[in-house]
T-cell receptor, first 117, second 115 residues
Framework: DGGITQSPKYLFRKEGQNVTLSCEQN?????MYWYRQDPGQGLRLIYY?????DFQKGDIAEGYSVSREKKESFPLTVTSAQKNPTAFYLC?????WGQGVFGTEAFFGQGTRLTVV | GENVEQHPSTLSVQEGDSAVIKCTYS??????FPWYKQELGKRPQLIID?????GEKKDQRIAVTLNKTAKHFSLHITETQPEDSAVYFC??????????????FGQGTILTVHP
């Protein structure tokens, strides 16, 4: 069963703790992305990676960290430095480029809802 | 920097009417423009996309137009149905510079189709 899987679906964190969200894909995609979704603010890019062992900061990277040690996996750590971590987190993956230099469809995981308690 | 602006934030139409959502992007170094639909509690899913080498693409009741000179693209839904009610996102993928490969989304449009 091919796809992109995020776990867990719901996650609760105490203030001051780091927590890691999992994202795994078996689509053989090179590119992977992490987005944060808050009501009324759309999908904001946290980090993205186009190849193993390389990643770039998105628009709201502060308080987050990632790693890309394997093509299939792109875990996101929400650190204690993130002041307002309660949100819905979405991971996505895509072929890096399709049809020459053009982009191609990004597939999303089902998301992880993180709540700070 | 790379930015995608989407309007309107909410759109309410009667069943059978057309709906239009517009997006602008900040940098000409972008050549791929997808549109996603997100139903309540679900993941976003691609409904249509367009590449910068074409100006228009149509798929049944859905069409997308691209104006590269003006840096804007639009989603058109005709003969709307209640099941079209959802949040719609536009996006742009950057293909040059320090943001090579970056996929940026608009703020989303909540579309409500009244029966």
């Amino acid at each position: 069963d091919g796809g992109i899987t995020q776990s867990p679906k719901y996650l609760f964190r105490k203030e001051g703790q780091n927590v890691t969200l999992s994202c795994e894909q078996n689509l053989n995609h090179d590119a992977m992305y992490w987005y944060r979704q808050d009501p009324g603010q759309g999908l904001r890019l946290i980090y993205y990676s186009q190849i193993v062992n390389d990643f770039q900061k998105g628009d709201i990277a502060e308080g987050y960290s990632v790693s890309r040690e394997k093509k299939e996996s792109f875990p996101l750590t929400v650190t204690s430095a993130q002041k307002n971590p309660t949100a819905f987190y979405l991971c996505a993956s895509s072929i890096l480029w399709g049809q020459g230099v053009f982009g191609t469809e990004a597939f999303f995981g089902q998301g992880t809802r993180l709540t700070v308690v | 920097g790379e930015n995608v602006e989407q309007h309107p934030s909410t759109l309410s139409v009667q069943e059978g009417d057309s709906a239009v959502i517009k997006c602008t992007y900040s940098d000409s170094a972008s050549n791929y423009f997808p549109w996603y639909k997100q139903e309540l509690g679900k993941r976003p899913q691609l409904i249509i996309d367009i590449r910068s080498n074409v100006g228009e693409k149509k798929d049944q009741r859905i069409a997308v137009t691209l104006n590269k000179t003006a840096k804007h693209f639009s989603l058109h839904i005709t003969e709307t149905q209640p099941e079209d009610s959802a949040v719609y996102f536009c996006a742009a993928k950057w293909t040059a510079g320090t943001s090579y490969g970056k996929l940026t989304f608009g703020q989303g449009t909540i579309l409500t189709v009244h029966p």
